[in-house]
């Protein structure tokens, strides 16, 4: 599996455990939904995300869409 494909799977298990446990346990899960998706807009515009970086100093090859 590529970094990118590996960010969309994480960022988006992280935005729907988020909202179950919002909708399930406590409101206040909400804010890691929120977190998530201003990071990953954040990353969208600087083109820096702290797990790509991660994941590519462990040894996870580059991969577009079209990979």
């Keep these: 599996m590529t970094v990118d494909k590996i960010v969309r799977v994480v960022v988006g298990l992280v935005v729907t455990i ?21 990071s990953l807009a954040q990353s969208g515009f ?7 970086f991660t994941l590519r100093k462990l040894g996870f090859k580059e991969g577009g869409c079209n990979q």
Excluded: E
């Excluded at 988020?18 to 201003?38: E, T």
């Design 46 to 52: 600087t083109n820096v995300c702290p797990l790509s």
């Design 18 to 38: 988020s909202v179950l446990l919002m909708q399930y346990s406590n409101p206040a899960w909400g804010w890691v939904a929120g977190i998530a998706g201003l």
